[in-house]
């Protein structure tokens, strides 16, 4: 199929795009790089030896939009493109109310022009909010006190509603944990501007000896020593899981949620890190980060049944993975 991957330039998309290459799928990148490099579409190219068709376009603007789908024959979509910053979106709420939604409504108006009725969308485990776990697709959805995080239920009930009017718009939502590691070439990975936000990038830019030490935020949360604990998925399952998703696609909407349906805590994580990479990484316990809740881990059942797709990359693989990329990078 041809199969266009907005956002493809980035840390998730890039990934992606490798795994729908690999699966025999033709790949056209819409990406703006307002958060990615265009070298990570030469990279995704090197690593798979082949062609890969890119629009340097926002996808807020329907004109241009509107060639994409008019010189391609796009048989799906997958639209991970949109701003991800939980602080940011609180700072700069109109920002990502704009982004994120405009441009799924412009892809969405082009999906029904172009009659394209395959249509796959980056969710978080974040809609969750502070539901009682693990987390089951069938939950109602509670709010996630950021910007970010609404605009994902937002856009999650735009797309069900336009698939309620028209059954043969086919969509899968996926729910994604907290995806971590890299392509083990070393090549791709998650680049983030400034100071990291996230535990992984953070970990290994410790390693590294860019940053002095770790903070973990609290270790008197009700889990297994104190620290936070999440479901981290290595970012090469969660492509794979997108092209499950595309595969196994029929009518109407469908929603899965991609993780391990296993919880590691920050300490746990640490010590991964400095075993599989034999480095030490500095840390220090601090205040809790306002907003973060104790526990997050996902029933990701339903895409094993559903979808023939399971999470099979370990931690040690993720931190492997990380920190090799970040060596590269
Ligand atoms: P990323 O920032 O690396 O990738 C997003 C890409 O979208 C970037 O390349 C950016 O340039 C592009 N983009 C943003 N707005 C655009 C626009 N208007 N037009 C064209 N391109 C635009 O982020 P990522 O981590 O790869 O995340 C991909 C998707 O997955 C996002 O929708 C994100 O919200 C979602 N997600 C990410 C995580 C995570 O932890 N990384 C977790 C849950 C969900
Ligand atoms: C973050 C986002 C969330 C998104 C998810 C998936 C926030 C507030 N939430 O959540 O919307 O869906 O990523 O990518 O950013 N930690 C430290 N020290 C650090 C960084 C993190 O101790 O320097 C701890 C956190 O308190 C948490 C765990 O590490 O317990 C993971 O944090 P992080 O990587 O930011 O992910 P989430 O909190 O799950």
Not at 159 to 180: E, G, H, Q
Not at 233 to 258: M, R
Request: one cysteine or more; charged letters at 20%; hydrophobic letters at 40%.
């Amino acid at each position: 199929m041809n199969i266009l991957v907005t956002g493809g330039a980035g840390y998730i998309g890039s990934h992606t795009c490798v795994s729908l290459l690999e699966a025999g799928h033709t790949v056209i990148v819409a990406d703006n790089l307002c958060n990615s490099k265009r070298e990570n579409v030469e990279k995704i190219m090197q690593i798979t030896d082949k062609e890969v068709t890119f629009y340097e376009i926002d996808l807020t603007d329907a004109k241009a939009v509107d060639v994409v789908f008019r010189n391609y024959k796009v048989d799906g979509v997958i639209h991970l493109a949109g701003l991800k910053a939980v602080g940011e979106s609180v700072d700069m709420p109109l920002a990502y109310y704009y982004n994120n939604i405009v441009s799924t409504l412009v892809l969405a108006k082009a999906c029904q022009k172009f009659n394209v009725n395959r249509f796959v969308f980056s969710s978080s485990a974040t809609v969750y909010g502070d539901n009682t776990l693990p987390f089951v697709e069938t939950m109602n959805l509670l709010p996630t006190t950021n910007p970010y995080g609404e605009t994902k239920a937002m856009i999650e009930r735009i797309l069900a509603d336009i698939s309620k009017a028209n059954p043969a718009f086919s969509v899968s939502i996926l729910r994604y944990f907290n995806p971590v590691g890299a392509h083990e070439s070393g090549l791709i990975g998650e680049e983030p501007n400034g100071i990291p936000n996230n535990l992984m990038p953070y970990i290994t830019q410790v390693a590294k000896g860019k940053l002095e030490k770790l903070r973990v935020f609290g270790n008197d949360y009700p889990t297994v020593d104190g620290t936070g604990v999440r479901d981290y998925i290595h970012v090469i399952d969660l492509a794979e899981g997108h092209v499950a998703a595309l595969n196994n696609l029929t009518e109407g909407v469908h929603i899965y949620n991609l993780g391990t349906s296993q919880g590691t805590s920050v300490l746990e994580l640490v010590k991964a890190f400095e075993e599989a990479n034999s480095i030490e990484v500095p840390y220090e316990i601090v205040d809790r980060r306002p907003g973060d809740i104790a526990l997050c881990y996902a029933d990701a059942s339903k895409a094993k049944r559903e979808l023939g797709w399971t999470a099979e990359r370990d931690i040690i693989a993720m931190c492997r993975d990380a920190w090799r990329f970040e060596k590269n990078y």
